[in-house]
């Protein structure tokens, strides 16, 4: 009799570990291992570390969705079709695209700030792109492309200078160089605290003169997109997803 109450235990515990591995088995068959295609560009995305604002936000929001992420730094120009042709599951950040067969776009994840800055104590209050002529301006290479047809015209004036290391600008700023700078907000504030993280970020004034560009991410998988949205939404207003920022900018500058 003791015997049979021992076999019965034994069977039990063989069931019950049976139902434990399969599922475990279960969990790691539902995730999977997503290759993403990135660029760098800090703090939104960094290289050397495979982390940065964008790159931390969508690992976060798959991670919540059962699945691992590894990022490939390959460039943005060509990593489109290598995720329409799905040598990757997705891209992060694309910018202004649309559905596709074989690429689909998320919500934003992150909303890029270009900022017209200048130092507080100059006490300047521009309410247009245009008031910003006849006073000295630095930017990074390339920006008239970006911040439309007002400020292509500034970037014919005299004082106007774009700067090819951009990490240099914040500090241009502080020291009094030019009038203005313009950059992304979070790019300004990141190379601003890169060696000290205590500097005083108060001694700048943001004028928000030009509209933010909303930043996406682009699937492969159109049921992983709908996915990745819906979980998005949720994140978006949670204090993880401030804490991805203040980590990279410093508090209270989101």
Known sequence: MTGSNEYKSNMHIVLLLLILIL??????????????????????????????????????????????????????????????????????????????????????????????????????????????????????????????????LLANTPLYQEIVNMSVLPELLAKDRFDYVVLDKYIFYYYFRLKKHTRDSSIFTEHHLIPEVPASVGFYDKKLRDEFNKELKS???????YRIIERYIGMGLN
């Open 23 to 152: 599922s475990i088995n279960f969990c790691f068959a539902k995730s999977k291992n997503l290759i993403i295609a990135s660029s760098e560009g800090p703090p939104h995305m960094i290289n050397s570390t495979n982390h940065g604002i964008d790159l931390d936000i969508v690992q976060a929001v798959l991670f919540k969705l059962g699945h691992a992420v590894k990022f490939e730094f390959t460039g943005l120009a060509r990593a489109k079709n290598l995720v329409i042709s799905h040598e990757y599951d997705a891209i992060a950040p694309i910018f202004w695209q649309h559905d596709e067969l074989g690429f689909y776009t998320s919500l934003p994840i992150v909303k890029y700030k270009p900022t017209v800055f200048s130092l507080k104590d100059n006490k300047f209050t521009p309410k247009t792109l245009s008031d910003l002529k006849g006073f000295s301006i630095a930017t990074f290479q390339g920006a008239p492309g970006y911040f439309g047809a007002e400020f292509r």
């Open 235 to 241: 994140f978006y207003q949670s204090k993880a997803y």
